[in-house]
């Protein structure tokens, strides 16, 4: 019987070990890279209403988030499609870096600079000039 014993001890050393041995493994992988994330939205009329978005998101891998528009809310035959853009700690109208104006397509801002991994954060967005009757809409990436 204390042969039986013994021999049960050594498995259950052996399993601690390759537990243990799996643990410093799965400490030492690398974290999530950050993204490039599609976003859509709509704008108010007025140029002084902020719009916060309640999707919260999560900061993958530490560094910048950037934005950039394939769409931008239109003003009637005016040329100016300004669009300002921000992220906000969830819950607060608190920025996360500073207000970006995107005035073309395709134009890459970088919203906030060394974010760590791991923050939640929420989008925030609002025309630059108030406008009526006109698209109110945009598209683009988030890189995250």
């Known amino acids: 019987m204390k042969s039986m014993g013994t021999r049960k001890s050594a498995r259950t050393l052996g399993i601690a070990a390759a537990l243990a041995l799996g643990a410093t493994f799965l400490v030492a992988a690398p974290?999530?890279?950050a993204s490039w994330t599609s976003i859509s939205g709509t704008v108010f009329s007025d140029s002084d209403a902020w719009y916060y978005s309640s999707v919260i998101r999560t900061k993958r891998g530490g560094g910048k988030v950037s934005a950039k528009f394939s769409n931008l809310p239109a003003c009637g035959s005016s040329a100016n499609t300004q669009l300002r853009?921000?992220?906000t700690k969830p819950g607060t109208q608190t920025?996360?870096?500073g207000i970006q104006y995107f005035p073309v397509i395709n134009d890459e801002?970088?919203?906030a600079s060394s974010v760590a991994d791991g923050t939640q954060?929420?989008?925030t967005f609002s025309r630059y000039l108030s406008?009526?009757?006109s698209d109110h809409?945009?598209?683009g990436s988030l890189y995250y």
Do not use: H, K, P
Request: charge should be positive.
């Open 109 to 111: 801002r970088t919203l």
């Open 137 to 139: 809409n945009f598209s």
């Open 121 to 123: 954060f929420r989008t």
């Open 85 to 87: 853009f921000a992220i």
């Open 31 to 33: 974290a999530a890279a």
């Open 131 to 133: 406008c009526t009757n």
């Open 95 to 97: 920025l996360i870096g």
